[in-house]
């Protein structure tokens, strides 16, 4: 029997979920739910949905949901993941993970208590490129690392949620994320000191930024996002012995190993897939069948602690989002 998973929301993310798993087998989006009831029944009618619900509460209501996939706006993030874990649904909630730290630490400490699982989308996570990259450092292909650069960038500026303060927006939250967390993977958490510079755009959030890690051994991190251009979303990892190239650091393609000298050694491409977004939620799905509450491909202390760097960089620009003054967590949550 194929595995039910609902989504909630029915936004673009929403859209390439939907059809990801229906390429997928064993599993299919049983349930689909929206604000507005003719926007689910639409979403269920294009993607083959059995249940379109008009709201939310019907959605983590349903008996038969497996696992709830939430693809909300940001700012939205915590009290929808919040509600679908007092209902006793598991949660594949996408990036940013919530809008802070002690967010992320209220909706983690939820989900233990109640024995729910949970798990951030950070899709490049569960990629086997990245685990194959990972082993290729391990066995010493290019000497010891010394040094990650990563940059994204997209031309976001007509998009109204990541130009919004109120919302959640910004380069960092939307896809700063993702020259994050390869630095994270390449060169861990030890990190001693992070610098960051950044543009505002006249909304508030941030337009483009530098983030700069230094680590307790030397080694360093340059990471650059940008929503004002689109750029070539390239990765490097450095080291003594040589280099490589990452090809899109938000859907790894392939990556090239250097020697020293600058001569090709090996191009590495990423096996075939559907769209890449299938390796996290097969990944749930059996991690929940063996009663796991988290991923350990993206656990929570992983999460809490691109959640805690982040919170690091915006201290730097004196950037808040309003929820930050106004939104007190419930005893419960902490």
Partial sequence: MAFKVGILGTGHMSERMAETIRSMRDVTVYAVASRDAEHAKAFAERFGVEKAYGTYEALMRDASVQLIYIATPNHLHYEHARACIRHGKPVLLEKPFTLNERQAQALIGLARRNQVFLCEAMWVRFMPLIVRLKKDLDMGRIGEVTTVTANIGYDLREKERVCRLDMGGGALLDIGVYPITLALQILGADITNVSTSVVHMNTGVDAQEC????????????????????????????????????????????????DAGGTLKETVERPEQISGLEYEVQACIDAILANKLECPQMPHDDTLL???????VRAAWNMRFPQEETVSLSDDDN
Wanted: aromatic content about 14%.
């Fill in 211 to 258: 983030v700069n890690f230094v680590y307790s051994n030397g080694a360093m991190a340059g990471l650059f996002a940008t929503m004002l251009s689109n750029t070539d979303k390239q990765g490097a990892v450095y080291g003594t012995d040589g280099y490589i190239l990452i090809e899109d650091i938000n859907n790894y393609k392939n990556y090239r190993i250097y």
């Fill in 306 to 312: 691109l959640m805690r760097i982040m919170d690091t």
